[in-house]
């Protein structure tokens, strides 16, 4: 199976930075996307940023200027910089990553989460 471990949150005042880690594990054969969501409680999942294998990254809106997002492929790690946080980024963060993994039903494309990670931003 692969496995992924969030590192990164906590508390932090408004205009304030925070970086977000995951580290995927397991039998990865080729890690095509890795990225990151959150949630409010009593609203959907929504997509913060993602960073494919090749460089390209796709973000928010509501974070562009603010959030940066990178990975080490060689260590299928991505990142998660957040800066001048507002109190409307508090979340749980989940990381998520899309790849061909040896799972035990065999060698596939599948998707992944982490079991999030809470951003508290204090006004």
């Known amino acids: 199976q692969v496995q992924l471990v969030e590192s990164g949150g906590g508390v932090v005042q408004a205009g304030g930075s925070l970086r977000l880690s995951c580290a995927a594990s397991?039998?990865?054969?080729?890690?095509?996307?890795m990225g990151w969501y959150r949630q409010i409680p009593g609203k959907q999942r929504e997509l913060v940023a993602n960073?494919?294998?090749?460089?390209?990254?796709n973000l928010a809106d509501s974070v562009k200027g603010r959030f940066t997002i990178s990975r080490d492929n060689d260590k299928n790690t991505v990142f998660l910089q957040m800066n001048s946080l507002e109190p409307e980024d508090t979340a749980v963060y989940y990381c998520?990553?899309?790849?061909?993994?040896?799972?035990?039903?065999?060698?596939?494309?599948?998707?992944?989460w982490g079991q999030g990670t809470l951003v508290t931003v204090s006004s």
């Open positions: 998520n990553a899309y790849g061909m993994f040896r799972l035990p039903e065999g060698v596939r494309y599948s998707e992944v």
């Open positions: 397991g039998k990865i054969l080729n890690m095509r996307r």
């Open positions: 960073i494919e294998s090749g460089a390209a990254t």
